[in-house]
């Protein structure tokens, strides 16, 4: 077997949303994602490889072809196209991450990732936030994606028709250190350069903040991912 040249023309436009979209099928690379997703619920579309490693059927092809179809700069041994899941409902869990228009690719990841060592089992994302399928949030989420529901959907809507108290993260906020954590409840991280919407700060029940320790406390802000790996812990080890 080899891989043809329309194989190559859909695998690399997948690097684009709206043909995810179109095709509802996205890409995996390396052996251990593929390993996380071949595991999973997600069904595999296609699988292409240098050797036969995996116990399903798969193309071989040489490196060549695999640096033609690698989004990566430098190519692992595999790559997999895993088909869309149909639904995306988020799971009732009594604490939820939000996040309100974040846009780059390997915080999401980092994110994803951070649920799933919290027991986040439901993201809520912006519909401006991006694309959880794109190549480099999947590879960023090292099979995470495999255990998150990550569910796209109008925050505000979705907050306002919430019955949990929905805590937001600010600069200004209350010392997080300081407040007496629930169990439960809605985390709203913002987006990387401007935080928290206006519109959606008008629906957040709690302020909260990571306080500043240097000396000088010349440090503008944290990194989204940062920030939320230090308020998930702060709410799990409360």
């Given amino acids: ?46 699988l292409y490889a240098t050797d036969a490693v995996f116990d399903v059927e798969t193309t071989l092809i040489s490196i060549k072809d695999l640096q033609k179809i690698s989004a990566l700069k ?30 780059d690719p390997g915080n999401l990841g980092t994110i994803i990732r951070l649920c799933d060592w919290f027991g986040i089992e439901s993201l809520i994302c912006s519909l401006e936030t991006v694309d959880c399928f794109n190549p480099k949030v999947v590879q960023a989420t090292m099979g995470s994606l495999t255990r998150v529901q990550v569910v796209y959907t109008n925050l505000e809507h979705y907050l306002k028709n919430s019955t949990l108290k929905v805590y937001g993260t600010f600069m200004d906020g209350s010392n997080i250190y300081s407040e007496n954590l629930p169990k439960e409840g809605i985390i709203v991280m913002g987006n990387e350069a401007n935080g928290i919407s206006s519109d959606i700060e008008n629906l957040v029940n709690k302020k909260i903040g990571i306080p500043r320790f240097g000396n000088l406390k010349a440090t503008e802000s944290l990194n989204v991912a940062t920030a939320t790996a230090i308020v998930l812990s702060a709410f799990r080890g409360c």
């Fill in 1 to 46: 077997m080899s891989i043809t040249k329309n194989e190559i023309k859909l695998i690399k436009s997948l690097s684009q949303k709206k043909f995810r979209q179109k095709e509802q099928l996205f890409l995996v690379e390396g052996i251990k994602g593929i390993r996380e997703f071949l595991d999973s619920e997600f069904e595999l579309y296609k």
């Fill in 74 to 103: 430098t190519p692992n041994t595999a790559v997999a196209i895993f088909k869309m899941p149909k639904t995306q409902t988020d799971k009732k869990a009594s604490l939820i991450l939000a996040l309100d228009d974040v846009r």
